[in-house]
């Protein structure tokens, strides 16, 4: 098959790191991925290569650029979804923009096609149920999209809630005030706050009152009105828990649930109500059911596999 080659303009590129990532890695993810060459000359690049393959990297550079151009560092993961949706043909999609940074400077956004649909069901419902295993970013992305509400004053409070299931929901044996019995169910939930928005920030605002943190029991009977309100863990809640839960929503709140249907700590005899609220509720019109897979993973790529595993031995 004859080879081609395709020019892309870098003018208005001003930093080229945005795009070509540290050690030139974005190109080497494009080369890698199809049997074509990237390489930069003067204030151009030039994929050369098969005419599909081709194609398919222009595309996928584009949107890249653009990106970098309105200020983004273009990461591999970034290639990865880019290169997803030119798949899925829908490559004229723009990147997903970011969403927060960390404490150090990472920019938060989302990295795979699930976790785009988990953020923008986040974005236009005001309930969205995320099934997922572990290392899909659930938790910290409903997180992300709570502090990013609240620094945008689009709600007043974050609500975030666990199920105390190792407790029994019993705290009143543990010693401490509330705080110190609902630590080690909470942590989780902590330690993404403290990366986004810093320990002492984390403290003045469950001072303040407009963030909490407590176990499921303690939603009984309360009506949550203009709050982002999360429930973490929740494949261990039982299906009236969740109901509870769940119509604790009031006005002008936005409300996610996010858990592993893979890993439920209830007793023996006791059932889940995660899939179950999902099966009911993704019909409705206000609410987005999304489901994460083993693609989603984001930890270390070792994570993926083992989690392929333990399906492959479930079957």
């Given at each position: 098959?004859?080879?081609?080659?395709?020019?892309?303009?870098?003018?208005?590129?001003?930093?080229?790191v945005?795009?070509?990532?540290e050690?030139?890695?974005?190109?080497?993810?494009i080369?890698?991925?199809?049997?074509?060459s990237?390489?930069?000359?003067?204030?151009?690049?030039?994929?050369?290569?098969?005419?599909?393959?081709?194609?398919?990297?222009?595309?996928?550079?584009?949107?890249?650029?653009?990106?970098?151009?309105?200020?983004?560092?273009?990461?591999?993961?970034?290639?990865?979804?880019?290169?997803?949706?030119?798949?899925?043909?829908?490559?004229?999609?723009?990147?997903?923009?970011?969403?927060l940074?960390?404490?150090?400077?990472?920019?938060?956004?989302?990295r795979?096609?699930?976790?785009?649909?988990?953020?923008?069901?986040?974005?236009?419902?005001?309930?969205?149920?995320?099934?997922?295993?572990?290392?899909?970013?659930?938790?910290?992305?409903?997180?992300?999209?709570?502090?990013?509400?609240?620094?945008n004053?689009?709600?007043?409070?974050?609500?975030?809630?666990?199920?105390?299931?190792?407790?029994?929901?019993?705290?009143?044996?543990?010693?401490?005030?509330?705080?110190?019995?609902?630590?080690?169910?909470?942590?989780?939930?902590?330690?993404?706050?403290?990366?986004?928005?810093?320990?002492?920030?984390?403290?003045?605002?469950?001072?303040?009152?407009?963030?909490?943190?407590?176990?499921?029991?303690?939603?009984?009977?309360?009506?949550?009105?203009?709050?982002?309100?999360?429930?973490?863990?929740?494949?261990?809640?039982?299906?009236?828990?969740?109901?509870?839960?769940?119509?604790?929503?009031?006005?002008?709140?936005?409300m996610?649930?996010?858990?592993?249907?893979?890993?439920?700590?209830?007793p023996?005899?006791?059932?889940?109500?995660?899939?179950?609220a999902?099966?009911?509720?993704?019909?409705?019109?206000?609410?987005?059911?999304?489901?994460?897979?083993?693609?989603?993973?984001?930890?270390?790529?070792?994570?993926?596999?083992?989690?392929?595993?333990?399906?492959?031995?479930?079957?």
């Amino acid at each position: 098959m004859n080879s081609v080659q395709r020019s892309i303009g870098l003018q208005d590129l001003p930093d080229r790191v945005r795009l070509f990532g540290e050690y030139d890695r974005n190109l080497s993810a494009i080369e890698s991925a199809l049997d074509v060459s990237v390489q930069a000359d003067g204030d151009r690049l030039l994929v050369s290569g098969s005419p599909d393959d081709v194609e398919r990297a222009e595309h996928v550079v584009r949107r890249m650029l653009d990106a970098a151009v309105g200020g983004a560092y273009v990461t591999t993961d970034d290639v990865a979804l880019a290169f997803s949706d030119v798949r899925e043909g829908s490559g004229g999609r723009a990147l997903p923009e970011t969403l927060l940074q960390t404490q150090r400077g990472r920019a938060v956004r989302p990295r795979t096609s699930g976790q785009r649909a988990f953020v923008e069901s986040i974005e236009s419902k005001t309930l969205t149920i995320g099934i997922g295993p572990a290392g899909t970013g659930k938790t910290f992305l409903a997180i992300v999209m709570a502090v990013r509400a609240l620094r945008n004053r689009e709600v007043a409070r974050v609500v975030l809630s666990r199920p105390a299931v190792e407790a029994g929901e019993k705290l009143g044996f543990l010693p401490g005030d509330l705080r110190e019995k609902v630590d080690p169910y909470m942590r989780p939930l902590f330690d993404a706050l403290n990366d986004l928005i810093g320990p002492a920030v984390v403290n003045k605002h469950i001072d303040r009152g407009t963030l909490e943190v407590a176990p499921l029991a303690y939603m009984r009977g309360r009506t949550l009105s203009d709050a982002f309100v999360i429930l973490d863990e929740a494949q261990n809640a039982t299906g009236d828990q969740i109901k509870m839960f769940l119509t604790r929503l009031g006005s002008a709140s936005k409300m996610v649930v996010v858990g592993d249907a893979t890993q439920i700590d209830l007793p023996s005899g006791e059932r889940s109500g995660l899939r179950d609220a999902a099966r009911r509720l993704a019909a409705i019109d206000d609410v987005g059911a999304i489901e994460l897979t083993d693609t989603d993973v984001v930890r270390h790529p070792l994570v993926a596999k083992i989690i392929r595993a333990y399906d492959a031995g479930a079957r």
